[in-house]
């Protein structure tokens, strides 16, 4: 298994759209944890949520995709911009130091 970065930006005004599908959201997290490396919402200054971050377990990036798209979040579609990235985690206190 591949680490993979999931970086969401919300669309303006999907605030209610993201608040009515918060509990199927977090009902889904809570189903798929052992695909997780970490997951949580980007604020703004203000402290409003403006987008999502995701590290996600998988093979590939299409299974990395695929699993973003069974998320209630994607169907409320409240993201205007969505990237996946492949990730190696090199250096910091999650990994307990660095891997060189």
């Not at 809570?30 to 971050?53: C, R």
Request: hydrophobic fraction near 45%; proline fraction near 2%; include cysteine.
């Amino acid at each position: 298994m591949k680490a993979f970065v999931i970086y969401c930006i919300d669309k303006l005004g999907t605030e209610q759209k993201r608040l009515d599908a918060r509990d199927a959201h977090f009902a889904h997290i809570e189903k798929t944890l052992d695909n997780l490396f970490v997951a949580g919402p980007f604020k703004n200054a203000q402290g409003d949520t403006v987008g999502s971050l995701l590290i996600v377990k998988a093979a590939s990036a299409e299974d990395a995709r695929a699993q973003l798209e069974a998320d209630p979040y994607y169907h409320a579609d409240i993201w205007v911009d969505i990237r996946i990235n492949e990730f190696t985690a090199a250096a910091g206190d999650w990994i307990g130091g660095k891997i060189w």
